[in-house]
């Protein structure tokens, strides 16, 4: 008698499994940035849904596209090429000509995630790597500001946006300053909260960094973020700019350096990249205070007025040196494993 | 293939032939080199002269000929023959033979490198007259529109560079405003998405102007005979 | 039920959800005989036994019928009184045939066992007791069915300070050692009052999850004076139960990498182990028999019972019913247990638990694999600190050497922790038990 | 202009850096960049290299000057670093077998390569005096071993990376070495 | 050594062009490859200044090949090849002072760039002086037209010319990365990864044909 | 003129001062080194260029002298080079019989079954570690083709059935496939060996045809009628002596299943008139539990 009608099924243990998988987690990183777009969406209208839309589009597209090309099933399906292009749009500036947000949508994924063996092989941050090679290619446009907040901005879109491909947009007389051009060039402060809120121009998705940590912290409950690295980040920059700030008053005070620029969204959204972060619990450390260091240093010391794009690629450049240098001490050895 | 075989694949160095072909080799290439550099030592230095006259000429309107001098034990001097040393002063004079200008170089770290500029001084109007930029790194496409934008290079029509009432230094700064804000002579007007760049020249200008203007304006005379 | 707080544990491990209702209320009970009983000859690590029957003799219940092949290696008896079929090739969990004693049980046989030569727990030497549990053919019942006496056997150059009970238990599913805790008190006081005496450890400590709060209490309450026992309660955690992990918790040393637990001065014992020595030593007698959680979404009578070694498993699920879309058959817990590949395959002396599961449990495991995204919980899951997520992409691209060199992968206990946590379901733990064969005949053939 | 010591330290470490500003010694760059080990000690190696010719080349350099010879600039530099290179190679490899393994097979390499002459050509084009030039060599070389070792750990990355087939092997190291440099223009303007 | 390759001369030319192009195949002397190609006349200048150099000191290597040790091979090699980096140098400056200050210090580095000497070890050191022409030209075009390349694509993408002349029309926006360092690291090897394509697309063919 | 002299005098004094150095420590600073590593280096193009992942020619030269690794890695040299390089270096073929690398197993799909349905990493180590693979006979070929993917000689393929199959033209007995094979299944012959055992069962009797048709029953025929003791039973399967004559296709003969077989340098087998003829085509499916 055959207590069993159908074949066993044979395979190795663990026969459990935890609940999450990494689409869930992508998943869930893009309902954290719902509250950051739709602001961003609030704050500079069309332009912002046209950049954010286009970007994410496009991301998924190129990845599509690629997965076609080469027979494969498609990828798509776990909502990484989605945050990229979200992310992506997120740090572009409002007015940017959609024709350049859509090539650094194509570069993010095609150059830098797909041509390193796609999802968890890419050594940079795809939407921060598209953004840098923007930022090369079209230096003036990427720092062209779009006020926030005007009036009209429901009703009508920035003539630079729709600039015919690869020609040169003509940008709208009113140019918006942001808190960080303002201290670099002109030496002028931003009022705190202003920047808190999001009241304030900049890149279309950097402006409120309290909505950007509310996503964070809806990341961190789940365990889907890893709350050092923003942690870490904050108080290396805070430290590092207080003390100069104590030296020298005009420098911008450490309040100022965390709520400006791109450091909310870069520090909460995109140094946490799992990819392009180191994995040991040292190397996650260190990492943030390189990333911490090199953004003050670039902001205070250097020639561009923001810095967090480029610590954060350099953090990514040196994840896997910190990998391999700062690893745990495994059970059992050492100076624990000899003791009786 | 045994230790026998192996000695033999190694021939013993002959000394002599390696001096021997080193050494004449040496001698070759030595002449090889000497003669290329007497047969286009003529040329080059003409290319070089032209293309500094060509720069002197430029930073100083209306100058047709020129006079290096260069300062000794604090004295002004005609440059006689070669000097690789010191800070050269390329006065320009016109037809007549009247001085109209001093060019001189200055340096100054600008977005990615040293920028080195050659700016000409004109004494009538105690200006800038003029400002090329002889060597730099800066982006193409941005932070060398300080070399094109012609916008920016107007600054240089006359950029005011006059002494205060003791001589001993600039009455107003040379200074850097946003583009397009310009309101007295002696400010810069910016280059929008080149601010660090054309912040630079400013730099670089008030640095070595402050520095040389009282000195050029003492010494005016001593630049006067062509 | 009333709560115990419990504060000890490692660091890292993962919290699966336990199944244990269902059958930890079950009191162990007795399971029939099978038609016939498979008695594979190599069932503990070791040397595999040597038949002293031949095909066609009759045996008695609880009679020698092989002896052990060497110092690693143990007894066998026989479960029932019957006839010995054949000796041949049966299959094992492992895949391989093994050679094993079949054994027909009479029709009525009964339940009574011959009588033997006890060891006394006053009288006897060390010596004698650890030679009582060879003959015993005592394993580990924790799962790893280890030789005991090997393991009790102190080597000279080492000592032994004290003596971990592991009543940890804490696979999913499984509620044996639970029930041996609650049902045989007495026999693990016994067991302990031996080991103690021949490993020469001053205390016992028997450490035990803090979701069994039944057992802690009476246990507690149920030492005997002057025995210098304690009952811990560490956190609900998985691998909680590895020796190594159980150490940490209870004694906040570590097993130095590649050693044994006596080089910290400690040596761990399964509860069920110590209730068996216990049990059996003062009458003489040999394991015939160990009681097993079966259970699991494809099991009609969950429950735990006392099954005669050798039971094939289809006999054992005919007797417990089996639902239509079981899939899967387990030996062990969920977490490192093991399926089989054939329902030949007869209960072992190192089986504790004989778990089943459906289609249903199939569908939300098997998932699809994504390339590992560096989210870290592998290495937040590694009780042993490793990094799993650069041993399994080193383990992809085939580069063992690094994988054994650099990231210690040798000290894996194959817990299976990372590959429970894996988001992107990386059979990260497979990965690592082929690495560490490869390397393993890449070192026995150098 | 009168650099200070701490400004051509760090231009020429980082802002300049010579292999990923300057393209200099990118032949060594892709090729002993695949295991982070032996790029530290070629790291290493092309230090001390750029620190013996900086120092030969200044003193080249005075002594051109002085025969009035500027011609032989160029083939002097060359003769003289390679045959000093060499000749501290033989050293070690006779007196220090094990140093000779750590650092010295890296020597040859070292010597046919851009960013040692380049940096004996810039020094005397910046017209640096002996200090400056010191610290020039030891920035350089500090740049470079950062950028080796940087590209090395990403390179033993993506050797276990499922990358496609066709940027397999110098493509997909030049593409890490666009966006490294890419990364090292964040460091512009510093020091200024 | 190499009296394997007495194969037809045109093949030692030829294989310099494209199956052993120095710069798409073996990937040698990077750096001026690199370093000046951010417009194609950069690009074109360098290449015919190295494949002057090539030839050259192929020529005279060859020459003196029996006369010259082995023990100094190389240091005269290098002698020979510095002699004409200094000779093209001048003549550069001869011929203009704007693309001496374009090339830059590259001129001068031309000494080291691997392919040179590479080829005066590897060809000119082993073969007669009429081969040793024949491959070093093979190389030097090979190179020049690699230069080419990449220096057309980086001037045209980067500021919309080619050679100087406006080819994409004046609203065209420069990608400026094109000729920034990093543009320079992805054209090359964007170059390396159509080769690896079409190279890979040759093998399946083959494959193909062969089954 | 004096530009003339200057040059001159400065070169030839840098040029002789090179000279004597080079002299010197030639003569000073020698060290013994194995003479082939000059030839080697000589032969290889001086790129110097790293693309071996040596640091540099010589280093390179002094790894492959020492065999620790082959010419193929350097890039930049012409095919024509590297087998010189190759050729130079060779040792000496000798005259040892070739050897292959043989299969003992022939229970593809079509005739051997499976029990149980193996998920996970798709390699036959890894299904052995997983209750044996699910293969109903725990000696067989899982058909995972481990060793297809070891072999660097593309020396073996998998056949339709799942069983692999070597090229003797190809192989190079490199052993690969030996070590990787969980179950064990090949080892290194002469290639003149072409009496062959397909069979690695232990299991006896005619059970085991129900699971696999071509399989061993341990009957004993052909050792019993082999001449000379040709062929021996152990552990129920016939062992081969192939130091007596093997050349002798008798046994295939014997054999009911065609367990014992003439192997062909094609690749294909000859079996014995007697064994029946496999022409199934199709997979055979699981038994049930
Ligand atoms: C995560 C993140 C990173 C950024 N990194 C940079 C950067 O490295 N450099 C930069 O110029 N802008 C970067 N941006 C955009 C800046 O925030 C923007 O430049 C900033 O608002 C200051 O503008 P300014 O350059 O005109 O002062 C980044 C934005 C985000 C969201
Ligand atoms: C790739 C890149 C290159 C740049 N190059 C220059 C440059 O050469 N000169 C310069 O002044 N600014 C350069 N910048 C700096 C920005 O353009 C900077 O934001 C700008 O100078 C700010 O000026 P604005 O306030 O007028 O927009 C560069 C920025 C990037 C991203
Ligand atoms: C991951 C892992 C989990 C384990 N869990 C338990 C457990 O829950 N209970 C247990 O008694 N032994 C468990 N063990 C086995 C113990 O490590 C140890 O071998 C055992 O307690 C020793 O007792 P024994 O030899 O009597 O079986 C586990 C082992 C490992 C590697
Ligand atoms: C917390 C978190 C942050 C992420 N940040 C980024 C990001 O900055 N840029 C990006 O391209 N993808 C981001 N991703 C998505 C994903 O990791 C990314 O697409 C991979 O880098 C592609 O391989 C993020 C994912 C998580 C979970
Ligand atoms: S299976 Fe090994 S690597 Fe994974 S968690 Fe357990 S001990 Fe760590
Ligand atoms: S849990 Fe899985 S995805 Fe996460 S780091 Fe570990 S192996 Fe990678
Ligand atoms: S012979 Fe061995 S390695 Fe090859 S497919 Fe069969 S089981 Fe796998
Ligand atoms: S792996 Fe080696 S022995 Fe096996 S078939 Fe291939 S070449 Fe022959
Ligand atoms: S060309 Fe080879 S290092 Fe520059």
């Given at each position: 008698m055959n207590v069993l009608n159908k074949t066993l099924e044979i395979r190795t243990s663990p026969h459990l499994k935890s609940a999450v998988s990494t689409d869930q987690i992508m998943m869930h990183v893009v309902i954290a940035l719902v509250p950051t777009t739709l602001f961003a969406i609030y704050a500079f209208g069309l332009a912002a849904l046209l950049i954010l839309s286009v970007t994410t589009f496009t991301a998924i597209l190129t990845e599509h596209i690629y997965c076609r090309l080469n027979n494969k099933e498609t990828t798509i399906t776990d909502w990484s090429a989605a945050i990229t292009g979200l992310l992506l749009g997120l740090t572009l500036p409002p007015a940017l000509p959609l024709w350049m947000a859509a090539l650094g949508s194509v570069a993010s994924i095609a150059l830098v995630k797909l041509l390193f063996g796609g999802l968890g092989y890419n050594i940079f941050n795809p939407a921060l790597g598209g953004r840098a090679i923007l930022q090369a290619a079209f230096p003036v446009a990427i720092t062209t500001w779009h006020p926030a907040f005007l009036a009209d901005r429901f009703s009508s879109i920035p003539s630079s946006s729709f600039a015919w491909p690869f020609t040169t947009g003509t940008y709208d007389a009113v140019a918006g300053a942001t808190p960080l051009g303002n201290m670099k060039f002109n030496q002028v402060s931003t009022d705190v909260t202003d920047m808190a809120m999001g009241l304030t121009s900049g890149s279309v998705g950097e402006t409120s960094a309290v909505l950007i940590l509310l996503g964070g912290a809806y990341l961190v409950a789940r365990n889907m973020m890893n709350w050092k690295i923003p942690v870490v980040i904050f108080i290396t920059v805070a430290i590092l700019s207080g003390i100069v700030n104590f030296f020298n008053p005009n420098t911008p005070t450490p309040m100022f350096m965390l709520l400006s620029g791109g450091m909310m969204l870069g520090a909460v959204f995109m140094a946490t990249d799992m990819v392009s972060s180191p994995v040991t619990d040292r190397g996650i450390i260190a990492y943030s205070v390189i990333i911490g260091i090199m953004v003050t240093v670039i902001r205070l010391w250097?020639?561009?007025?923001?810095?967090m794009m480029y610590a954060v690629l350099m953090g990514n450049a040196v994840s896997p040196l910190l990998n391999r240098s700062l690893k745990s001490r495994v059970y059992g050895t050492g100076k624990k494993g000899g003791a009786k | 293939m045994n230790q026998a075989e192996l000695d033999k694949l190694v021939e013993a160095p002959n000394s002599w032939h390696m001096v021997r072909a080193l050494a004449g080799i040496g001698l070759m290439c030595a002449l090889l080199i000497v003669t290329t550099y007497e047969l286009t030592f003529e040329t080059i230095k003409q290319n070089k002269a032209e293309v500094l006259e060509r720069a002197i000429f430029k930073v100083v309107p209306g100058a047709q000929s020129k006079t290096t001098f260069i300062v000794k034990d604090g004295q002004v001097e005609k440059l006689q023959g070669e000097s690789n040393s010191g800070l050269k002063y390329y006065a320009g004079y016109d037809d007549s033979g009247k001085l109209i200008g001093v060019a001189l170089e200055a340096a100054g770290q600008g977005f990615q490198d040293i920028v080195r500029v050659l700016y000409g001084f004109s004494p009538d109007k105690q200006a800038i007259v003029g400002m090329e930029v002889l060597e730099s790194k800066e982006t193409p496409g941005l932070g060398d529109k300080i070399e094109k934008d012609e916008t920016f290079l107007k600054n240089f029509e006359a950029l005011d560079v006059s002494l205060n009432e003791s001589g001993d230094n600039l009455k107003n700064e040379i200074i850097f405003v946003k583009?397009?804000?310009?309101?007295?002579?002696?400010?810069l007007d910016g280059i929008t998405g080149a601010t660090i760049s054309s912040k630079a020249i400013a730099a670089i200008l008030q640095a070595s102007a402050s520095q040389n203007m009282p000195f050029l304006n003492q010494n005016i005379e001593n630049f006067k005979q062509q | 039920m009333t709560t115990v707080v419990a504060k000890k544990t490692f660091d890292h491990g993962v919290h699966p959800p336990t199944f244990k209702d269902g059958t930890v209320k079950r009191e162990i009970r007795q399971f029939p005989f099978a038609k016939v009983l498979i008695i594979a000859l190599s069932q503990h690590l070791g040397a595999p036994a040597k038949a002293i029957v031949r095909e066609g003799q009759e045996v008695q219940r609880g009679e020698k019928i092989a002896e052990s092949g060497g110092f690693v290696s143990v007894t066998m008896h026989a479960p029932v009184s019957g006839i010995i079929k054949k000796i041949g090739w049966a299959p094992s969990l492992n895949g391989k045939m093994v050679n094993s004693i079949f054994l027909e049980p009479f029709p009525a046989s009964g339940q009574t066992i011959e009588p033997s030569t006890p060891c006394d727990v006053d009288t006897a030497s060390a010596d004698e007791i650890i030679a009582a549990i060879q003959e015993a053919g005592i394993v580990g019942l924790g799962g790893a069915a280890f030789p005991t006496h090997v393991k009790l056997k102190i080597p000279e150059d080492k000592s032994i300070d004290t003596l971990i009970i592991n009543g940890v238990e804490c696979e999913p599913y499984l509620t044996t050692d639970h029930r041996v805790m609650l049902e045989q008190q007495d026999d693990i006081f016994m067991g302990i009052r031996y080991i103690l005496k021949a490993t020469g450890a001053q205390r016992a400590i028997i450490g035990i999850e803090a979701n069994k709060p039944d057992a802690i209490i009476s246990l507690r309450e149920k030492?005997?004076?002057?025995?210098?026992i304690t009952v811990e309660a560490v956190k609900v955690k998985y691998p909680q139960g590895a020796e190594k992990m159980l150490i940490t918790a209870l004694l906040g040393r570590e097993v130095p990498s590649g050693g044994l637990p006596a080089d910290c001065g400690s040596v761990v014992v399964n509860v069920a182990t110590t209730a068996e020595i216990g049990r059996l030593l003062p009458m003489g007698r040999g394991i015939i028999e160990r009681s097993i959680t079966i259970t699991g979404p494809g099991v009609e009578k969950i429950g735990n019972y006392l099954i005669p070694i050798g039971t094939p498993l289809r006999y054992a699920l005919e007797q417990a019913g089996l639902k239509k879309n079981a899939t899967r058959v387990i030996?062990?817990?969920?977490?490192m247990g093991f399926t089989v590949s054939s329902l030949d395959v007869p209960i072992t002396k190192g089986t504790s638990g004989l778990l089943v599961l459906t289609d249903h449990e199939s569908q939300l495991t098997i998932r699809k694999e994504y390339a590992c995204i560096g989210c870290g919980y592998c290495l937040d899951a590694c009780p042993i600190f490793l990094n799993p997520s650069r041993m399994g992409r080193l383990a992809k691209f085939e580069q063992y050497d690094a994988m054994e060199k650099e990231y210690n992968l040798m000290d894996c206990f194959e817990c299976g922790s990372c590959s429970y946590v894996c988001p992107s379901n990386i059979p990260l733990v497979h990965y690592f038990r082929v690495s560490k064969g490869i390397i393993r005949d890449k070192k026995a053939s150098a | 202009m009168n650099e200070s010591l701490s400004f051509i330290f760090i231009n020429a470490c980082l802002v300049n850096n010579f292999v990923l500003a300057y393209f200099l010694g990118i032949c060594p760059f892709l090729g002993v960049s695949g295991n982070i080990g032996t790029a530290s000690r070629m790291g290493g190696a092309v230090m001390f290299v750029m620190l013996v010719s900086s120092m030969c080349a200044y003193g080249i350099h005075l002594m051109l000057v002085a025969i009035d010879a500027p011609y032989l600039q160029l083939i002097s530099y060359i003769v003289v670093i390679a045959s000093t290179v060499q000749l501290v190679e033989m050293i070690i490899k006779k007196f220090s077998p094990a140093l000779f393994r750590a650092l010295g097979i890296f020597l040859p390499l070292i010597t046919t390569n851009c960013a040692i002459l380049g940096l004996a050509l810039f020094q005397t084009n910046k017209g640096y005096d002996f200090i400056q030039s010191l610290i020039y060599a030891l920035g350089a070389g500090a740049g470079f071993t950062i950028a080796l070792v940087i590209m090395a750990g990403i390179r033993e990355d993506l050797d276990i990376a499922d990358t496609p087939k066709v940027v397999r092997g110098t493509a997909i190291v030049l593409m890490v070495a666009g966006m490294l440099s890419l990364t090292f223009m964040g460091f512009a303007g510093l020091g200024g | 050594m190499n009296e394997a390759n007495n194969k037809l001369d045109t093949n030692t030319f030829i294989k310099g062009l494209w199956k052993e192009n120095p710069v798409f195949v073996q990937v040698l002397g990077m750096c001026p490859v690199l370093a000046v190609t951010n417009s194609a006349t950069n690009g074109m200048a360098m290449g015919l200044a190295t494949a002057f150099v090539l030839i050259m000191s192929s020529t005279l290597v060859s020459l003196l090949r029996n006369f010259i040790p082995k023990q100094v091979r190389i240091a005269t090699f290098i002698l020979i090849i510095a002699t004409f980096v200094t000779v093209a140098e001048y003549l550069i400056q001869a011929i203009s002072i704007d693309i001496h200050k374009a090339l830059g210090a590259f001129i001068s580095l031309i000494v080291v760039n691997c392919l040179i000497l590479g080829r005066a070890e590897a060809f000119a050191s082993k073969n007669s002086v009429g081969k040793s022409i024949l491959d070093a030209t093979g190389m030097g075009v090979g190179f020049t037209f690699a230069l080419l390349c990449l220096g057309g694509v980086r001037e045209i993408l980067g500021t919309g010319t080619f050679f100087g002349i406006q080819i994409l029309g004046a609203s065209f926006e420069p990608w400026i990365l094109m000729i920034l360092p990093g543009g320079g690291f992805f054209t090359l090897g964007a170059w390396l990864l159509l080769f690896n394509y079409m190279k890979e697309r040759k093998a399946a063919k083959m494959q193909e044909a062969t089954a | 003129m004096l530009v003339i002299l200057t040059a001159i005098g400065a070169m030839t004094g840098l040029t002789i001062a090179l000279a004597i150095l080079l002299v010197i420590a030639n003569k000073k600073l020698y060290v013994y080194e194995d003479p082939r590593i000059d030839i080697v280096e000589d032969m290889l193009p001086h790129a110097n260029c790293g693309a071996c992942g040596f640091p540099g020619c010589r280093p390179f030269a002094e790894a492959l002298v020492n065999s620790e690794t082959n010419p193929g890695k350097c890039t930049v040299s012409s095919p024509d080079g590297l087998d010189a390089i190759a050729g130079f270096l060779g040792v000496d073929a000798g005259s040892e019989e070739k050897r292959v690398a043989r299969l003992a197993c022939a229970g593809g799909k079509n005739v051997a079954r499976s029990r149980a349905a193996y998920t996970g990493i798709n390699t036959c180590r890894a299904a052995a570690q997983v209750a044996g693979g699910g293969k109903v006979c725990s000696w067989g070929c899982l058909g995972l083709a481990d060793c297809e993917v070891v072999c660097d000689f593309d020396a073996i393929s998998m056949n339709r059935f799942g069983l692999p199959v070597v090229d003797e033209e190809k192989c190079t007995a490199c052993g690969d496939c030996v070590d990787i094979c969980p179950k064990d299944l090949f080892s290194l012959h002469a290639i003149s060996h072409r009496l062959w055992v397909n069979c690695k069962s232990l299991a006896s009797g005619d059970e085991i045809l129900e699971y696999c048709e071509v399989g061993c029953t341990a009957c004993g025929r052909c050792a019993m009628d082999s001449e000379n003791n040709l062929i021996v039973m152990e552990n129920n399967l016939p062992v081969v002596d192939y130091s007596k004559n093997s050349n002798t296709k008798k046994p295939i003969q014997r054999c009911p299943t065609g367990a014992i077989v003439w192997l062909q340098p094609d690749g294909s087998v000859v079996k014995g008139e007697e064994s029946p003829k496999v022409l199934r085509k199709s997979e055979l499916p699981p038994v049930s539990s």
């Open positions: 250097g020639g561009l007025p923001e810095g | 583009n397009g804000t310009k309101a007295n002579p002696w400010e | 030492i005997p004076a002057g025995l210098p030996l062990g817990g969920p977490m | - | - | -």
